[in-house]
């Protein structure tokens, strides 16, 4: 019994030291397994927080799978640490790309808003110009003295100054100077056309002079050495006073010791200034003589400019009409030839008259719109010459082809007399074909039978120009009539003019197309002994 006991207790001894050394080697297996599991949720902690900087690895031995997966693992770390890094210095950049354009943005918009401020204040100062009263009046020591101080307030300007031209436009006077500095107004300066002739001739030739340096400026630099650096003045801008449409001098911005740039709302304040001091001028008495002369050309100016308002709207209503007429007119002519060629049925004799009538006075009617058409186009501007290498013999002989037919019928002798060998000349040949047509066909009209009419050609002494003549021994006119011929719509009226028809439009069109290439023409006339037009145009050699 007792030895059954000892074997009991050495079996269950056995057992607890089993259980002991099976519990033992269980955590030492767990521990050798959750190990690298282990590692894997730290490097993934850090993985979900890249911004610690810490390169953590996955280090696993023993088990050969989770050698592989912890391989792979740490080279999907390296690649997303590389990538967050990338990210992070590109977020950087852009960070400091925005921050730099709305740094950008901020200075544009002060910019803008000083623009604005500024320009607030230059309407403000011209405001309160328009309503001063000394300038209304034209007093000019007040009134300059107002607009001087002003102006150079407005632009925080140093030195502004009025300067007006003597009588003789031989000197610029100092009528009125303000220094800002101070607060000092001054007069009496000079300064001599003899001394600064470029200057002056700037201030004649320029609405403004605007010098951002006057170190690099050729225009005033005569004035550096006495005027501009014993005062420090590196920039300045300058505005001609024009009264009655001429300068009379010119008001001077004068910039100290820092350069600068003027701006375009600047230049116009300065234009502003200017005009009210023409104002003041022109209401003055001093200026009285001059005003009532300038109000007199004003006011023929503006009759001229009302004339040619007039006159374009001539224009425009002859070139609408025109268009609105020939369409119709071209559809009644072809009725009307249709009817001839009985189309719609037999005519008689007396509706074939009737039909040749029509037809005859509807061609004169769209001739004379098309020649209205034309004259609009070339006075409009709208016709380009289409320039080239002329035969001046075939241009000749081509004319006087064209009005063979009219001589005949009245036994007329038609003529060229053209020096040898003569070189081409560039011109529009249709153009001026139809000029020495137009010309050669008055030349016939007014020719009585058995009369002659020819061309004389002939160069003149430098080859420069080329003369070419339609002369006639026709019925001629009186030279008092000769300043008539040129004129629209306006005919030379005698016994044997009135009995030929047209509207007086040939020969304006003869001196439109003649002056776009350059030349002149000229009449010549002796009643009842005939007639010489000639035209002058350039003789361009071919080379």
């Keep these: 019994m007792g030895q059954i006991e000892r074997n009991t207790q050495t079996i269950i001894f ?14 030492i297996t767990a521990r050798w397994i959750t190990q690298p599991i282990l590692y894997f949720s730290t490097v993934t902690k850090d993985l979900a927080d890249l911004t610690n900087g810490k390169d953590s690895v996955v280090t696993v031995q023993g088990i050969k799978e989770l ?10 770390m390296q690649q997303l640490r590389k990538t967050f890094t990338a990210q992070i ?24 808003i000083n623009s604005e401020q500024r320009l607030e204040k230059h309407h403000q100062v011209l405001a309160e110009l328009a309503n001063n009263k ?38 610029l006077q100092c009528i009125s100077l303000y220094e800002r500095s101070n607060q000092r107004h001054s007069a009496g300066l000079e300064r001599n056309l003899a001394d600064y002739p470029i200057y002056f001739k700037s201030l004649i030739s320029a609405r403004i002079i605007a ?12 004035l550096c050495d006495e005027q501009l650096e014993p005062n420090n003045i590196v920039s300045l801008i300058n505005t001609s006073i024009w009264v009655g449409g001429e300068v009379v001098g010119t008001v001077l911005y004068e910039q100290i010791d820092i350069p600068r740039t003027w701006e375009m709302s600047e230049q116009n304040f300065v234009s502003s200034i200017a005009g009210f001091v023409a104002l003041t001028l022109e209401v003055c008495d001093v200026y009285d003589g001059l005003r009532l002369r300038k109000r007199a050309e004003s006011a023929l100016r503006e009759a001229k400019e009302a004339a040619e308002i007039a006159n374009r709207a001539k224009k425009t209503f002859l070139g609408n009409m025109s268009y609105e007429l020939r369409t119709p007119l071209s559809s009644i002519l072809e ?5 001839q060629n009985e189309v719609y049925g037999t005519v008689n004799e007396e509706q074939r008259q009737s039909l040749n009538t029509l037809e005859s006075s509807g061609k004169n009617l769209l001739n004379l719109i098309n020649q209205i058409l034309e004259l609009t186009d070339i006075e409009s501007s709208k016709i380009e010459l289409q320039l080239a290498t002329t035969s001046i013999q075939g241009l000749c002989d081509s004319s006087l082809s064209f009005v063979k037919h009219l001589a005949f019928q009245k036994n007329i002798h038609l003529s060229v007399q053209i020096p040898e060998e003569l070189e081409p000349i560039q011109v529009d040949e249709r153009r001026i074909r139809q000029v020495f047509i137009n010309l050669l066909t008055n030349a016939v009209k007014f ?3 058995g009369g002659k009419v020819w061309i004389e050609v002939q160069p003149n002494s430098t080859n420069e120009y080329i003369f070419f003549s339609v002369v006639d021994t026709g019925i001629g006119m009186l030279s008092d009539d000769l300043f008539k011929l040129f004129q629209p719509f306006i005919q030379v009226e005698n016994a044997s003019t009135r009995r030929s028809a047209g509207m007086g439009l040939g020969l304006v069109m003869v001196q439109k197309i003649v002056e776009l290439h350059g ?25």
């Excluded at 050698?67 to 999907?76: A, C, I, K």
């Excluded at 009725?335 to 009817?339: N, P, S």
């Excluded at 030349?519 to 080379?543: D, I, N």
């Design 14 to 27: 056995l057992c607890l030291g089993a259980l002991g050394l099976a519990t033992l080697l269980g955590i």
């Design 67 to 76: 050698e592989v997966l912890g391989g792979s693992f740490n080279e999907m």
């Design 89 to 112: 210095t590109k977020n950087q950049e852009l960070e400091l790309q925005v921050k730099q354009r709305t740094q950008e943005l901020q200075q544009e918009i002060q910019v803008r």
């Design 134 to 171: 000394a300038i209304s009046e034209g007093k000019l020591e007040t009134a300059f003295k107002v607009i001087t101080e002003k102006a150079a307030n407005a632009l925080e300007i140093e030195r502004v100054s009025v300067w007006l031209f003597n009588s003789e436009r031989t000197k």
């Design 211 to 222: 010098v951002n340096d006057t170190r690099t400026d050729l225009r005033i630099q005569e």
């Design 335 to 339: 009725i009307a030839e249709a009817f």
């Design 447 to 449: 020719t009585k039978e």
């Design 519 to 543: 030349g002149t023409v000229h009449a010549e006339s002796q009643l009842g002994k005939g007639s010489r037009f000639t035209v002058k145009l350039p003789w361009k050699k071919v080379e």
